[in-house]
């Protein structure tokens, strides 16, 4: 497979991420949601306004995955303030998310590294994450990686009330 380059999403890349953004999620799950539903989320998840505003927190990053110059997937990390749930020294994976023509190629993983990668930077003790509880995939992915399940949160798709896993994996902070 080609290179895969890990960028910085800035604000100008707005209409890129809301792209990539809709199109992973619909692929993951409209087959296992309403269609009410996902349009709710799409919709309201992915609009400029929110999408700007995510852009712009202080504590949050997202970076876009490349392959030949086109985006394949993303990730979005939280730290101190931004977190879906509230923990010290610790930085949240919200999302990664990969086109499915993209599965399987090491896509996730390189962004799953930059994630890491970041932690070690700011020497955060904790690297933790939501998953639902249905998505077998990712719960093996995380699961390989070293996360332990910790805990549980609901995660509203419309009306529809959902579990994520609270999953978690320790790091060995480093020191020069």
Known sequence: MEQIIIERVSITDIKKLQEIGRTTFFEAFAGVNTAENMKDYLENSFSEEKLETELNNKDSQFYFALVNGNVVAYLKIN??????????????????????????????????????????????????????????????????????????????????????????????????
Not at 80 to 90: L, P, R, S
Not at 106 to 113: E, F
């Open 79 to 176: 730290t101190g303030e931004a977190q879906n749930e509230k923990m010290n020294d610790a930085l949240e994976i919200e999302r990664i998310y990969v086109l499915k023509a993209f599965y399987g190629k090491n896509v996730a993983q390189n962004l799953y590294q930059k994630a890491i990668d970041i932690a070690y930077e700011m020497q955060v003790g904790t690297v933790w994450l939501g998953v639902w509880e249905e998505n077998y995939r990712a719960l093996r992915f995380y699961e390989k990686n070293g996360f332990i399940p910790f805990g549980k949160h609901s995660f509203w798709l419309g009306d529809d009330e959902q579990t994520d896993l609270l999953m978690k994996k320790e790091l060995a902070i480093r020191t020069n």
